[in-house]
């Protein structure tokens, strides 16, 4: 998986609690991303990463907040997650030179709001 | 909206033969088309990917198939394997900013041995 991890891999919480998903990355890339994968709906991005303390909104932000406070870690924090927000959340890297467009995807977390 | 639609939702294809699976956009920025294989419980993995200055990107038993006047692009497994059941996304991006990736809705291709 291209050198990313994500923490936790499965969670089940309750409606209404905090959640924190965290990416991290060893690959040193400047682009990371935070995207949902729903039936029906393929991936939509959430919010996405262009450097240290640089982050903007994607499709689907609602209900999202990031944090990138170093090159390799983003977190993906639910506020006062809801049922709607079950889903399984990949995090993805892309670098600045070659081939910028590919993005690598790392395993997933699968989150469960009951 | 769908940015990118992708067809069929689903696909069961013989041993040996041909899958085929069809994406269509209409936002004529785009300029970067990739696919995604995705197999149960794990992340997606890029397979092959093509930019709209050629017709066709062939990479083993992946080919894709590029028309930028009928914004279409497909995938072409030939010889189909079992090892290729999977769902694949077909995907499209823009050269500026951060490259977000739009993807379609996925195809469940199922090989029979």
């Known amino acids: 998986d291209a050198g990313i991890t994500q923490s936790p891999r499965h969670k089940v919480t309750e409606t209404g609690t905090p959640v924190t998903l965290r990416c991290h990355q060893t690959e040193n890339h400047r682009y990371m991303y935070w995207y949902r994968q729903d039936p029906g709906h393929g991936l939509r991005l959430i919010h996405y990463s262009y450097g240290v303390k640089d982050t903007d909104k994607g499709e689907v932000s609602d209900g999202y907040s990031v944090s990138r406070s170093k090159t390799e870690d983003f977190l993906l924090t639910l506020e006062s997650a809801t049922s709607s927000q079950t889903s399984v959340y990949f995090c993805?890297?892309?670098?600045?030179?070659?081939?910028?467009?590919?993005?690598?995807f790392g395993p997933g977390t699968r989150l469960t709001v009951l | 909206q769908q940015q990118v639609k992708q067809s069929p939702q689903s696909l069961i294809v013989q041993k040996g033969g041909i899958s085929i699976i069809n994406c269509a956009y209409e936002?004529?920025?785009?300029?970067?088309f990739p696919w995604y294989q995705q197999f149960p419980g794990k992340g997606p993995a890029l397979l092959i990917a093509?930019?709209?200055?050629?017709s066709e990107k062939k990479e083993g038993r992946f080919t894709i198939s590029f028309n930028k006047s009928a914004k279409q692009f497909s995938l072409h497994i030939m010889d189909s394997q079992p090892g290729d059941s999977a769902t694949y996304f077909c995907a499209a991006s823009m050269r500026t900013g951060a490259n977000n990736l739009f993807f379609g809705t996925g195809t469940r291709l199922t090989v029979i041995p």
């Open positions: 936002n004529t920025a785009f300029d970067y």
């Open positions: 093509i930019r709209p200055d050629v």
């Open positions: 993805a890297i892309s670098g600045t030179s070659g081939n910028y467009n590919e993005q690598f």
